[in-house]
Nanobody, 115 residues
Framework: QVQVVESGGGLVQPGGSLRLSCAAS????????IDWYRQASGLQRELVAT???????NYAESVKGRFTISRENAKNSVYLQMNSLKPEDTADYYC?????????WGQGTQVTVSS
């Protein structure tokens, strides 16, 4: 019954911003660490950002200082604020929660950074 749904992707110019959302049902996000991943066409999935249930954050070096992960537990949601976007940020973005060794993934949301 667990559902994870990403939203907020789109087409943006270099230097622009997007805010991605990940909403869950059937699970309380507040109890778990949440990750954002991305996968560019033809490349492997990479971890972008993590937020722990206590609110601590970690980022991939490539996005550090530009992206911010946050959570709003009352809405069972996690967000990824992406600023100063670059063409190399173009990818499908996914949120993930691991529960007892099982990964729950959303359907992904596309981010395209292009002029």
């Amino acid at each position: 019954q667990v559902q994870v749904v990403e939203s907020g992707g789109g087409l943006v110019q270099p230097g622009g911003s997007l805010r991605l959302s990940c909403a869950a049902s059937g699970i309380m996000f507040s109890f778990y660490d949440i990750d954002w991943y991305r996968q560019a066409s033809g490349l492997q999935r990479e971890l972008v950002a993590t937020i722990t249930r206590g609110g601590l954050t970690n980022y991939a070096e490539s996005v550090k200082g530009r992206f911010t992960i946050s959570r709003e537990n009352a809405k069972n949601s996690v967000y990824l604020q992406m600023n100063s976007l670059k063409p190399e940020d173009t990818a499908d973005y996914y949120c993930n929660v691991n529960v007892g060794g099982y990964d729950y993934w959303g359907q992904g949301t596309q981010v395209t950074v292009s002029s």
